[in-house]
């Protein structure tokens, strides 16, 4: 079985732009989440998409959005991107419907922002 | 967990020592808890998760200890390997909340060979 394919891998941008990142789950698996990634905050849930709908919504300001398309696939974009948003962002899928499963991660896109 | 910023906990073992891994979750509330290893360039692989109605599961070379009234989780690794070098992570789920996990800062990994 595939894993979680990210694309692009890397990208870099500049300040003002947007952003569009690609997360194609491990088949069979509905719920789509993504993580940004950073050396200073770590880890940070950013939201979760389960059959097309937005689960759950971390603490990003507005310009981070997302979705997520019938065959499971998700985006995820960030609009006037700033160069804090500079970081790893990373997609997850898991097999399971009701939530607290384990999620399998992709290697994630490495954006940078100048 | 709460994110200990630029500067990673680093233990160093020797080869064919056992490691042991600790991290203290946030939320009393949280029910799922699972440890991932993260190798440079790639993206956090999962080693083993347990519930909170379990205090000790075990995997292949390694076992998970859960301690609900301090809110402590422990990873041990069994006769470490070079291979096992790589940034390791908590993390915490609240059961009726989705797939939104909570990660702690991360605890880097040196086997010495």
């Known amino acids: 079985k595939a894993g979680v394919t990210q694309t692009p891998r890397y990208l870099i941008k500049t300040r003002g732009q947007q952003v569009t990142l690609s997360c194609s789950p491990i088949?069979?698996?509905?719920?789509v989440s993504w993580y940004q990634q950073t050396p200073g905050q770590g880890l940070q849930f950013l939201f979760e998409?389960?059959?097309?709908?937005?689960?759950n919504k971390g603490n990003f300001p507005g310009r981070f959005s997302g979705r997520q398309f019938s065959n499971s696939r998700s985006e995820m974009n960030v609009s006037t991107l700033e160069l804090g948003d500079s970081a790893l962002y990373l997609c997850?899928?898991?097999?399971?419907?009701?939530?607290?499963?384990?999620?399998?991660f992709g290697s994630g896109t490495q954006l940078s922002v100048l | 967990g709460e994110s200990v910023g630029l500067h990673l906990p680093t233990l160093s073992v020797q080869e064919g020592d056992n490691s042991i891994i600790n991290c203290a979750y946030s939320n009393s509330a949280s029910d799922y808890f699972i440890w991932y290893k993260q190798e440079s360039g790639k993206g956090p692989q999962f080693i083993i998760d347990i519930r909170s109605n379990m205090d000790k599961r075990q995997g292949q070379r390694v076992t998970v200890l859960l301690n609900k009234t301090v809110k402590h989780l422990s990873l041990q690794i069994a006769a470490t390997q070079p291979g096992d070098s790589a940034v390791y992570f908590c993390?915490?789920?609240?059961?009726?909340?989705?797939?939104?996990?909570?990660f702690g800062g991360g605890t880097r990994l040196m086997v010495k060979p």
């Open positions: 993390a915490e789920n609240i059961g009726n909340a989705g797939n939104m996990l909570t």
């Open positions: 088949s069979g698996h509905r719920s």
């Open positions: 997850a899928s898991s097999g399971m419907t009701g939530g607290s499963e384990k999620l399998f």
């Open positions: 998409y389960f059959s097309e709908t937005q689960r």
